[in-house]
């Protein structure tokens, strides 16, 4: 099993900057693709970055590109999201995810994680 737990939400006013970090426990996620999902209030949750096991292709939300960017440190077994120039539409809350070991399915479905962590809120506001 895998444990994950989101870290770095908080208040931001608009522009602002925030990083996440995603701690995995448990097992080694070095072979599992890594994503960052997000939700707000009445909507569904939906895919924010993601990045490739093999390889360490990242892949965005058309949303967040140039914005955010993914990375991942395997020999700390954390992920990361860097967060740019933040919007009042990225507010909600933001939740990581590992897939099964090696999955080669898709990176964009929620669909394609096996493991999600409890979520981390950020809100951006003046």
């Known amino acids: 099993q895998v444990q994950l737990v989101e870290s770095g939400g908080g208040l931001v006013q608009p522009g602002g900057s925030l990083r996440l970090s995603c701690a995995a426990s448990?097992?080694?996620?070095?072979?599992?693709?890594m994503g960052w999902f997000r939700q707000a209030p009445g909507k569904e949750r939906e895919f924010v970055a993601a990045i490739y096991w093999s390889g360490g292709g990242t892949y965005y939300a058309d949303s967040v590109k140039g914005r955010f960017t993914i990375s991942r440190d395997n020999a700390k077994n954390t992920m990361y999201l860097q967060m740019n120039s933040l919007k009042p539409e990225d507010m909600g809350s933001y939740y990581c995810?590992?897939?099964?070991?090696?999955?080669?399915?898709?990176?964009?479905?929620?669909?394609?994680?096996?493991?999600w962590g409890q979520g981390t809120q950020v809100t951006v506001s003046s």
């Open positions: 995810a590992a897939s099964t070991f090696r999955y080669s399915g898709s990176l964009y479905s929620t669909a394609g994680y096996a493991y």
């Open positions: 448990g097992r080694t996620v070095s072979s599992s693709n």
